[in-house]
């Protein structure tokens, strides 16, 4: 007995194709980002307009960078 697992390719019904993607995007920093910015905005609502300015900050800087890194990938 061989200790090799093989896969074979399970026959589809007609029209049926592989799901999209195929490829998954590469994992990134940004949501987290973007969760963090907006826990400092609504903390800040409560605390200081200060902390509430920095988290607009931190979400404006964030969004943006999801945004391209989503720009980038779609060009690969």
Do not use: Q
């Not at 029209?15 to 920093?29: A, E, N, V, Y």
């Not at 910015?37 to 200060?50: D, I, K, N």
């Amino acid at each position: 007995m061989s200790n090799e697992t093989h896969h074979e390719e399970v026959p589809r019904p007609a029209g049926w194709h592989d799901p999209k993607p195929l490829k998954l995007p590469p994992p990134t920093i940004w949501p987290i980002a973007v969760a963090l910015a907006v826990v400092c905005m609504a903390w800040g609502a409560v605390t200081s307009y200060v902390i509430t300015l920095g988290g607009l900050v931190a979400f404006i800087i964030s969004i943006i960078g999801w945004i391209g890194d989503l720009r980038h990938d779609r060009k690969n």
